[in-house]
């Protein structure tokens, strides 16, 4: 019974260093890997003095417009790190040219190469006049706000009944500007947007000056009565960047599809194709991949002649995910496992080594003791023939 205690002891008292090994190995590891290990992107943020931004910073976003209230001859922009490591250039920051748009490219690189390169690019603009920013909260938003467009497009879900409730807002060039909104088409009695049909509406910036621009806002609001898609505004098919992305299989009476994307791909381009050639597609969503989400993008399908509409919905995601505070997690368990395992057989062997040592021990003091007896007997039969 004390053999057992004692090797389960040994056992235990082995097995203990072995995990607290492993797990200090861990910690050392961790301790040394670069603080970027995990996260999304090399750059934690941009900022343009004197500028402001569409659309916020966000990891996974590669293409941004900047509007400047001000003609400057020489830019400032400030780019974050999120690791001293990391490296950075530009070009087109030096001098902008007040006749044309200019465009700055600012690429990041890791000297130690463990994270692929980014490249941001930003849209500079010259704009005093209308709006510089434009959005719709409560919808699904298209094309992202520039200056080359004038009209957008957005899709509310049924419950989103009304222009205030679908969340529209802005930001004009200059403060002092206003702007008037009016509604273009039909509205139901109590005020309200029609279901399955489009809305438009107009907003006019009215500058101090007297001058202004206009833009249009198209709302489609969500049946609550009809599936996705209408028998009246069926597409015939989707082609995805000529085809370099490829397509599901494409049927007229599904709405929703899984897109994969190849990694070599930042931007997609959706070309939808009307079944009825009088019908409109309109692809609504953002174009721009992101790394760490997918990508969804809506076409509707309207058909002025029945004033019906159908919507097919695409997931796209790059095949391969990106691992954050989750890779940690798994980092960890697989150290545990591999701590608790080594553990198990060092634990076992030294024990079976303990239990070997101490039974040649017990072996050899069992001979040495056979050999004393024979001794004395030797002697006791020598004496004994003396006498």
């Not at 001293?84 to 530009?90: A, C, D, N």
């Not at 490249?119 to 298209?142: A, P």
């Not at 009565?225 to 049927?251: D, H, Q, W, Y």
């Amino acid at each position: 019974m004390k053999k057992l205690i004692k090797n389960t002891l040994s056992f235990a008292f082995v097995f203990i260093l072995a995990f607290s090994f492993a797990i200090n190995a861990y910690a050392v590891e961790s301790s040394t890997q670069p603080a970027t290990q995990y996260i999304k992107s090399m750059v934690k943020s941009i900022t343009v003095e004197g500028g402001t931004f569409t659309t916020d910073f966000k990891a996974g976003n590669y293409t941004y417009s900047v509007y400047l209230r001000e003609f400057q001859e020489n830019l400032n922009i400030t780019v974050e790190l999120n690791n001293q490591r990391f490296e950075y250039e530009m070009n087109g920051e030096k001098r902008l040219v007040r006749e044309s748009d200019n465009v700055v490219v600012i690429k990041v690189t890791d000297p130690n190469g463990e994270y692929s390169d980014e490249k941001y690019t930003l849209n500079i603009f010259f704009d005093t006049v209308g709006l510089t920013y434009l959005d719709v909260e409560n919808g699904i938003f298209s094309p992202q706000f520039d200056k080359f467009h004038s009209t957008y497009y957005a899709i509310l879900e049924n419950k989103i009944d009304s222009f205030e409730a679908a969340g529209v807002n802005w930001k004009t060039a200059n403060k002092d500007a206003v702007v008037e909104v009016e509604c273009l088409s039909e509205l139901n009695e109590d005020g309200t947007l029609p279901e399955g049909k489009r809305t438009d509406y107009k907003l006019k910036v009215c500058e101090t000056d007297g001058t202004s621009k206009n833009y249009k806002l198209r709302l489609y609001r969500k049946s609550s009565t009809v599936s996705a898609i209408n028998e009246n505004a069926l597409l015939a098919s989707i082609k995805i960047n000529g085809g370099a992305v490829e397509m599901p299989a494409f049927r007229q009476q599904q709405s929703f599809y899984d897109v994969i994307v190849p990694a070599s791909i930042d931007k997609l381009d959706v070309q939808a194709y009307p079944a009825d050639r009088s019908n409109v597609a309109q692809v609504i969503g953002n174009t721009v991949m992101r790394a760490d989400e997918p990508v969804y993008i809506t076409i509707v399908v309207t058909s002025e002649k029945y004033g019906t509409s159908s919507y097919y919905t695409l997931r796209c995601q790059y095949e391969t995910a990106m691992f954050t505070e989750k890779h940690t997690d798994l980092q960890l368990l697989t150290y545990v496992s591999v701590a608790l395992f080594s553990g198990f057989i060092i634990g076992l062997v030294t024990a079976l080594l303990i239990r070997n040592i101490k039974r040649r021990k017990q072996k050899s003091i069992t001979k040495y003791k056979h050999f004393e007896m024979e001794g004395a007997a030797v002697e006791q039969t020598e004496y004994t023939t003396e006498q």
